[in-house]
Protein backbone atom coordinates (compact mmCIF):
# COMPACT_ATOMS: atom_id res chain seq x y z
CA UNK A 1 0.00 0.00 0.00
CA UNK A 2 1.36 3.28 -0.72
CA UNK A 3 1.65 6.40 1.72
CA UNK A 4 -1.15 8.17 0.16
CA UNK A 5 -3.15 4.99 0.68
CA UNK A 6 -1.69 4.56 3.87
CA UNK A 7 -3.01 8.12 4.58
CA UNK A 8 -6.43 7.61 3.75
CA UNK A 9 -7.36 4.32 5.21
CA UNK A 10 -5.87 5.70 8.23
CA UNK A 11 -8.12 8.98 8.42
CA UNK A 12 -11.36 6.80 7.68
CA UNK A 13 -10.39 4.18 10.00
CA UNK A 14 -9.66 6.39 12.78
CA UNK A 15 -11.50 9.59 12.78
CA UNK A 16 -14.09 10.94 10.35
CA UNK A 17 -12.30 13.29 7.53
CA UNK A 18 -13.64 16.89 7.01
CA UNK A 19 -14.66 16.24 3.55
CA UNK A 20 -16.53 12.85 4.44
CA UNK A 21 -20.19 14.67 4.86
CA UNK A 22 -23.05 13.21 6.08
CA UNK A 23 -25.28 15.48 3.66
CA UNK A 24 -25.31 15.48 -0.05
CA UNK A 25 -24.12 18.38 -1.99
CA UNK A 26 -27.17 20.50 -4.00
CA UNK A 27 -25.42 20.64 -6.78
CA UNK A 28 -25.84 16.69 -6.74
CA UNK A 29 -29.68 16.79 -5.87
CA UNK A 30 -29.71 19.13 -9.05
CA UNK A 31 -28.18 17.46 -11.30
CA UNK A 32 -30.28 13.94 -10.67
CA UNK A 33 -33.62 16.20 -11.07
CA UNK A 34 -32.21 17.08 -15.13
CA UNK A 35 -32.77 13.41 -15.48
CA UNK A 36 -36.03 12.29 -16.68
CA UNK A 37 -35.37 8.93 -15.08
CA UNK A 38 -33.01 7.18 -13.25
CA UNK A 39 -29.97 5.20 -14.92
CA UNK A 40 -26.84 4.27 -13.95
CA UNK A 41 -24.50 6.59 -12.12
CA UNK A 42 -20.84 6.10 -11.55
CA UNK A 43 -19.05 8.05 -7.84
CA UNK A 44 -15.50 8.13 -8.61
CA UNK A 45 -13.80 8.47 -4.99
CA UNK A 46 -17.07 7.49 -3.29
CA UNK A 47 -14.86 7.62 -0.19
CA UNK A 48 -18.14 6.61 2.76
CA UNK A 49 -21.19 6.40 0.21
CA UNK A 50 -22.82 9.30 0.98
CA UNK A 51 -23.78 10.28 -2.91
CA UNK A 52 -23.95 6.94 -4.12
CA UNK A 53 -26.52 6.15 -1.30
CA UNK A 54 -28.77 9.36 -2.19
CA UNK A 55 -28.43 8.23 -5.96
CA UNK A 56 -29.49 4.61 -5.03
CA UNK A 57 -32.48 5.97 -2.76
CA UNK A 58 -33.41 8.00 -5.73
CA UNK A 59 -33.76 5.15 -8.31
CA UNK A 60 -30.05 4.92 -9.87
CA UNK A 61 -27.95 1.90 -10.44
CA UNK A 62 -24.99 3.00 -8.87
CA UNK A 63 -21.10 1.68 -8.72
CA UNK A 64 -18.90 3.54 -6.31
CA UNK A 65 -14.81 3.60 -6.78
CA UNK A 66 -12.47 4.22 -3.94
CA UNK A 67 -8.63 3.14 -2.85
CA UNK A 68 -9.42 2.87 0.59
CA UNK A 69 -10.79 -0.39 2.01
CA UNK A 70 -11.71 1.15 5.14
CA UNK A 71 -14.08 3.80 3.25
CA UNK A 72 -15.43 0.92 0.88
CA UNK A 73 -16.13 -1.08 3.98
CA UNK A 74 -18.04 1.79 5.68
CA UNK A 75 -20.04 2.74 2.50
CA UNK A 76 -21.44 -1.30 2.62
CA UNK A 77 -22.15 -0.58 5.91
CA UNK A 78 -23.89 2.76 5.31
CA UNK A 79 -26.02 1.36 2.39
CA UNK A 80 -26.90 -1.95 4.24
CA UNK A 81 -28.37 0.55 6.80
CA UNK A 82 -29.80 2.75 4.38
CA UNK A 83 -31.22 0.06 2.96
CA UNK A 84 -29.98 -0.29 -0.50
CA UNK A 85 -27.75 -1.59 -2.89
CA UNK A 86 -24.23 -0.32 -4.12
CA UNK A 87 -21.98 -1.69 -6.52
CA UNK A 88 -18.57 -0.86 -4.60
CA UNK A 89 -15.48 -1.55 -5.84
CA UNK A 90 -11.77 -1.30 -3.96
CA UNK A 91 -9.90 0.41 -6.81
CA UNK A 92 -8.00 3.27 -8.60
CA UNK A 93 -9.86 5.64 -10.51
CA UNK A 94 -7.63 5.62 -12.76
CA UNK A 95 -7.29 1.65 -14.07
CA UNK A 96 -11.16 0.77 -14.51
CA UNK A 97 -10.92 -1.87 -16.74
CA UNK A 98 -13.12 -4.12 -14.85
CA UNK A 99 -16.56 -1.55 -15.16
CA UNK A 100 -18.57 -1.40 -18.50
CA UNK A 101 -20.24 1.47 -19.50
CA UNK A 102 -21.31 3.77 -20.41
CA UNK A 103 -22.90 5.55 -17.18
CA UNK A 104 -25.37 8.41 -17.47
CA UNK A 105 -23.71 10.20 -14.85
CA UNK A 106 -20.60 10.14 -13.34
CA UNK A 107 -19.82 12.23 -10.24
CA UNK A 108 -16.58 13.08 -8.52
CA UNK A 109 -16.36 15.46 -5.07
CA UNK A 110 -12.97 15.74 -4.62
CA UNK A 111 -10.88 12.79 -5.67
CA UNK A 112 -9.45 14.25 -9.01
CA UNK A 113 -7.81 17.46 -7.56
CA UNK A 114 -5.79 14.87 -5.61
CA UNK A 115 -4.05 12.80 -8.74
CA UNK A 116 -0.58 13.83 -9.53
CA UNK A 117 -0.92 15.12 -13.52
CA UNK A 118 -0.09 11.48 -14.98
CA UNK A 119 -2.58 9.82 -13.35
CA UNK A 120 -5.53 12.71 -14.15
CA UNK A 121 -4.57 11.86 -17.79
CA UNK A 122 -5.22 8.45 -17.45
CA UNK A 123 -8.73 9.43 -15.49
CA UNK A 124 -9.84 11.50 -18.35
CA UNK A 125 -9.06 8.50 -20.49
CA UNK A 126 -11.27 6.13 -18.77
CA UNK A 127 -14.24 8.66 -18.42
CA UNK A 128 -14.22 8.77 -22.33
CA UNK A 129 -14.48 5.02 -22.19
CA UNK A 130 -17.22 4.98 -19.34
CA UNK A 131 -19.36 7.77 -20.93
CA UNK A 132 -21.91 8.25 -24.43
CA UNK A 133 -23.15 11.19 -25.57
CA UNK A 134 -25.24 12.96 -23.24
CA UNK A 135 -24.13 11.21 -20.29
CA UNK A 136 -23.19 14.27 -17.12
CA UNK A 137 -20.21 14.82 -15.55
CA UNK A 138 -20.16 16.65 -11.87
CA UNK A 139 -17.18 17.16 -10.84
CA UNK A 140 -15.91 19.16 -7.44
CA UNK A 141 -12.28 20.02 -7.23
CA UNK A 142 -10.05 23.18 -5.81
CA UNK A 143 -9.57 25.62 -7.51
CA UNK A 144 -6.60 27.15 -5.52
CA UNK A 145 -3.62 25.01 -3.77
CA UNK A 146 -4.02 23.30 -0.59
CA UNK A 147 -2.92 21.42 2.11
CA UNK A 148 0.87 22.05 1.20
CA UNK A 149 -0.10 23.10 -2.52
CA UNK A 150 -0.61 18.94 -3.35
CA UNK A 151 -4.51 19.41 -3.97
CA UNK A 152 -5.26 21.55 -6.81
CA UNK A 153 -7.26 21.34 -9.86
CA UNK A 154 -7.07 24.63 -12.04
CA UNK A 155 -9.99 25.62 -14.98
CA UNK A 156 -7.44 25.51 -17.55
CA UNK A 157 -5.98 21.79 -16.48
CA UNK A 158 -9.34 20.90 -16.64
CA UNK A 159 -10.44 22.15 -19.93
CA UNK A 160 -7.40 20.68 -21.29
CA UNK A 161 -8.18 16.88 -19.82
CA UNK A 162 -12.25 16.84 -20.93
CA UNK A 163 -12.75 19.12 -23.41
CA UNK A 164 -12.16 17.07 -26.64
CA UNK A 165 -15.09 14.55 -25.19
CA UNK A 166 -17.05 17.11 -22.98
CA UNK A 167 -18.90 20.17 -23.30
CA UNK A 168 -18.46 22.37 -20.36
CA UNK A 169 -21.95 23.61 -18.86
CA UNK A 170 -21.00 25.36 -16.23
CA UNK A 171 -18.10 26.61 -13.85
CA UNK A 172 -19.52 27.80 -10.54
CA UNK A 173 -18.49 28.05 -6.76
CA UNK A 174 -19.78 25.43 -4.25
CA UNK A 175 -23.30 26.33 -3.01
CA UNK A 176 -23.21 26.78 0.81
CA UNK A 177 -19.45 26.14 1.61
CA UNK A 178 -17.28 28.54 3.78
CA UNK A 179 -14.55 28.10 1.63
CA UNK A 180 -13.95 30.26 -2.13
CA UNK A 181 -11.52 28.04 -3.35
CA UNK A 182 -13.74 25.31 -4.55
CA UNK A 183 -15.30 24.47 -7.94
CA UNK A 184 -17.99 22.55 -9.24
CA UNK A 185 -17.59 21.93 -13.70
CA UNK A 186 -20.39 20.71 -14.62
CA UNK A 187 -19.82 19.04 -18.73
CA UNK A 188 -22.20 16.71 -20.86
CA UNK A 189 -20.38 14.22 -23.21
CA UNK A 190 -20.14 15.07 -27.16
Known sequence: MNLSKVFYNSLYRFTKPDWDRDNVPAEITALIEKFARPGRALDLGCGTGTNSIYLAQHGWHTTGVDFSPKAIE?????????????????????RLDFLRGPFDAIIDVGCLHGLDRESRTRYAEQLRRLTRPGSKFL?????????????????DEVRVLFESAFTFNSVRPAINRDKEDVVWYDLTRR
Open 74 to 94: LARDKAQCAGVRLDLHLGDVT
Open 139 to 155: LFGFARPVFFGRYHLGQ
